[in-house]
């Protein structure tokens, strides 16, 4: 026999939907889950079956700019490398003498 005391699933937020009412109005509860954010579970039998989640997609950026604000500096401003600083770009040019 079943235990009357059920652990809640802490993901089970969200709206509880009968399969057979879902077949009837899949569509109408799929807009429903995107305008609002909400999920959804399907039941049969009071046991779940799928959960429907809205997508969460943010715009693909192309183009000239694409990686604009992806770059995080590690270093503060005023101890990047100046480009007048030979001395620096000398040690580059050692590192590159060394490859085979």
Do not use: C
């Not at 950026?61 to 600083?85: F, H, K, W």
Request: charged share 25%.
């Amino acid at each position: 026999m079943k235990s009357a005391s059920r652990r809640k699933n802490p993901r089970s937020t969200g709206a509880v939907v009968a399969a057979a009412a879902f077949k009837a109005q899949a569509l109408a509860v799929m807009r429903r889950v995107q305008e609002t954010g909400l999920p959804v579970t399907v039941t049969s039998r009071g046991k779940a079956l799928v959960r429907i989640e809205p997508i969460h997609e943010k715009p693909l950026r192309t183009g000239y700019g694409a990686m604009r604000g992806t770059v995080e500096l590690l270093v503060p401003e005023d101890e990047l490398i100046q480009s007048s600083n030979s001395a620096t770009w000398r040690t580059l040019e050692e590192w590159d003498a060394t490859k085979p």
